[in-house]
Nanobody, 124 residues
Framework: QVRLVESGGGLVQAGDSLRLSCAAS????????MAWFRQAPGKEREFVVR????????DYADSVKGRFTISRDNAKNTVYLQMNALKPDDTAIYYC?????????????????WGQGTQVTVSS
C-alpha cells in the first residue's frame, strides 16, 4: 500500500509558475513509477506526465511539454511537478499517481494508487 499526499496548489495568474509536491509513505517509494494527472471542471481526468522508478524517461502530454517538468527524490519519497508559463487551461485538480509498472500510468483505469488531489487555478 502506498499513501500519496499532494501539496503546493493555489491560485496564480497566467504566466506564473507553481511547484507541486507529492509525498509518499507506506511502502518503498523507489519501487514505484510515478505520475501526475489532472481533472478540469466538467472533464475527465487526464494524463499529464509520468516518470520511471529511477527518475529517467519522463513522458509528457503534448499540452504541457516544454512548460512542465517532473522530478523525484527517492531519498525524500517525493515527486515534484514544476509548472511554468501557466495558462488558464491548466486550471484543474492535480492528482499524484503510483504504480509498480510505468506502463500502468497512462490510463486512469490502470493506476494502482491515487492521492487526494490539489487544486490549481490559473486566472487570465
Amino acid at each position: 500500500q502506498v499513501r500519496l499526499v499532494e501539496s503546493g496548489g493555489g491560485l496564480v495568474q497566467a504566466g506564473d509558475s507553481l511547484r507541486l509536491s507529492c509525498a509518499a509513505s507506506g511502502s518503498t517509494f523507489r519501487y514505484y513509477a510515478m505520475a501526475w494527472f489532472r481533472q478540469a471542471p466538467g472533464k475527465e481526468r487526464e494524463f499529464v506526465v509520468r516518470i520511471s522508478r529511477s527518475g529517467g524517461s519522463p513522458d509528457y502530454a503534448d499540452s504541457v511539454k516544454g512548460r512542465f517538468t517532473i522530478s523525484r527524490d527517492n531519498a525524500k519519497n517525493t515527486v515534484y511537478l514544476q509548472m511554468n508559463a501557466l495558462k488558464p487551461d491548466d486550471t484543474a485538480i492535480y492528482y499524484c499517481a503510483a504504480s509498480a509498472q510505468m506502463s500502468r500510468l497512462l490510463s486512469i483505469r490502470s493506476v494502482d494508487y491515487w492521492g487526494q488531489g490539489t487544486q490549481v487555478t490559473v486566472s487570465s
